[in-house]
C-alpha cells in the first residue's frame, strides 16, 4: 500500500510543477500585457501583490473577506444540506422529482442576474438575499446528482441487502447515503467553486454592504484598478484552498477505501 | 427441510426452469449443476425468497438465509469486520459490542486475523471471497446458498477456499444448495447432486454421495465426477 500512496504522491508532485509552471507563464504573460496599459486599466502583477498585501494589513478588507466567506460556507452547507435531502427522497420518488423538475428547469435555465433580480424585487437587499440567491443557482447541481447517484446504487450491494434480511434504515445509511456522498464529491467540489463566484457577483447586484462584492463596487467608484485585480487574486487564491482542503480531506479520509493494496 | 415442487419460472415469456421437485434434509448439502443460463441462480434466488416462482410449491422453515456470490459483494467502503457485522445489524438482539465479538471471532476462523481493519480493495481476490463466506456464515444461517463462488479462482486458491468451506461445515454443519458448473465441485462438498439438462432447465438426474466429506479420497472424487461429466453429456 505505501509503494502505491507514493506512487500517487510522486503523480501529484509532478502536477504540482506544471501547475506552477502554468501559473508563472500567465504571470509572465500579464507582466508583458502590463508594459501597454495605462496602470489605471491593468496593473502590473507587483502592483496588485502590492495592492494585495495592503488588503491583508487592513481591517476593512479582512471583515469583507470574512463576512464572504461566511455567506459562502452557509450557502455551501445549506444547499448540500438541502438538496441532498430532497434529491434523496426525489430519488425513490418519482413523483416528487417530476413535481420538483420545472423549479429544476427554472433555476438551470434562468441567468443569474435574472434570479438576483427577483430576488431582490421579492425580499430587498442584504445577507441572507444573498446566501439564498447563490443556494438556489448551486441547488440543481447537488440535486440533480444526488436524485441520479440513488438511481445508479449498485444493484448487486442492494440485492445482497435484500437475500441477506438488512432493514431499509441500515440500507439506506450504510448503502444509499455513501453511494450518494461518494459520487456527489466532484460536484460538491465544483459546488464551492462556483460559490465563491456567485456569492462575489450577487453581492455586487444585490448591493450588500460589506463584503468582498462591496469592496469592488468601491473599487470601481474609486477606478482602483489594483483593488479589483488584488481582490480577484484573493478569490482565486480562495478557490484554490477550499478545493485544496477538501480534496485532501476527500482523498485522506473519505476515499481512503479505495487505495488498492 | 426445503421442498421444491414442480416449481416454474419465466422471464420475458420465456421459461426458464420447468417443473423443478427436491427435497433437502436438514445439514445436508444438495449441488446444483449443469451448464451456463439453465437456470441453477433462478432456484437459487427462489429459494433465497429475491423472486417468486410462477407456479409450484415451496416448503420451507427456514428464518435466516446466508448467500455466498460469485462474485464478493462486499461493500467497498467498509472494512472486512464492517462486511461482516453489516448483516448482523438486521438481528435486534446483538448489541455492537457482540456485533464485533461475532465479526472477529469469524475473521480469525478465515485466518484473516489482522486483516480486520483493511477495506475490499486492499485484499487480495482470495481474501475476499472469504470474508464473504464469513459474512453468510456469520448470520449462523438456517439455509445457506451459494451461488459458483470458486468461478474464476487459480487451481491452488480454489482448493484452499473449499478447504476452508469444509472445516466451516463441519464447525457448523447447514442445509445448503450449492451451485455449480464443475462436477468435481459438486462431489467434493456435496450430500447429493442434481443435474440439470435441456432448455428450459429440468432435472435429468440425481445422485447421492454417500461417502464421509473427509473420506472422498482421490479414487472417490474421479471416479464420482467420471459419472456426473457421463450424465451431463448425455
Known sequence: MTGRMNRLLKGERKESLWFASGLFILAGIWQAMSLFFSPLVLPSPMETLESLLNLLTSGDSRRDFYVSAYRVLTALIAVIVVGTGIGVVSGFKPRLESLLKPVQDILIAIPPVALIMLVIFLFGSGSPQTIMVAGALVFPLIYGNTVAAVRTVDRDLLEMTGVFNVSGKVRLRDIYLPSVIFSSLPNILLAAGLMVRIVVMAEVIVGVTVGIGDALIIARVNLAAREIFAWMLVMVAVVLIIEGVLLYTIKKYLLRWQVQG | ?234
Not at chain 2, 95 to 106: S, T
Not at chain 2, 147 to 156: A, C, H, I
Not at chain 2, 186 to 213: Q, S, Y
Open chain 2, 1 to 234: 427441510m426445503l421442498i421444491f415442487e414442480n416449481v416454474k419460472k419465466s422471464f420475458n415469456n420465456r421459461l426458464i426452469i420447468d417443473g423443478i421437485s427436491f427435497k433437502i434434509e436438514d445439514n445436508h448439502i444438495l449441488a446444483i449443476l449443469g451448464p451456463s443460463g439453465i437456470g441453477k441462480t433462478t432456484i437459487l434466488r427462489i429459494a433465497a425468497g429475491a423472486i417468486m416462482p410462477d407456479a409450484g410449491k415451496i416448503e420451507s422453515d427456514r428464518q435466516k438465509v446466508g448467500f455466498i456470490f460469485q462474485e464478493h459483494r462486499l461493500i467497498p467502503w467498509r472494512t472486512a469486520l464492517a462486511n461482516i457485522t453489516f448483516v448482523l445489524k438486521s438481528d435486534k438482539r446483538l448489541a455492537p459490542k457482540e456485533r464485533m465479538q461475532i465479526g472477529m471471532a469469524m475473521l480469525e476462523r478465515l485466518g484473516l486475523k489482522g486483516f480486520e481493519h483493511y477495506y475490499p480493495a486492499q485484499l487480495s481476490g482470495g481474501m475476499r471471497q472469504r470474508v464473504s463466506i464469513g459474512r453468510a456464515f456469520a448470520i449462523k444461517p438456517d439455509l445457506l446458498l451459494m451461488d459458483e463462488p470458486f468461478t474464476g479462482l487459480d487451481l491452488e486458491l480454489k482448493a484452499s477456499l473449499q478447504e476452508m468451506l469444509i472445516e466451516l461445515l463441519e464447525w457448523r454443519p447447514i442445509t445448503m444448495i450449492y451451485v455449480t458448473h464443475d462436477p468435481r465441485d459438486a462431489v467434493l462438498i456435496a450430500d447429493e447432486t442434481i443435474i440439470l439438462t435441456g432448455n428450459p432447465g429440468k432435472i435429468a438426474d440425481r445422485i447421492e454421495f454417500h461417502c464421509p466429506r473427509r473420506e472422498r479420497d482421490q479414487k472417490y472424487v474421479h471416479e464420482n465426477t467420471m459419472k456426473l461429466v457421463e450424465q451431463l453429456s448425455k
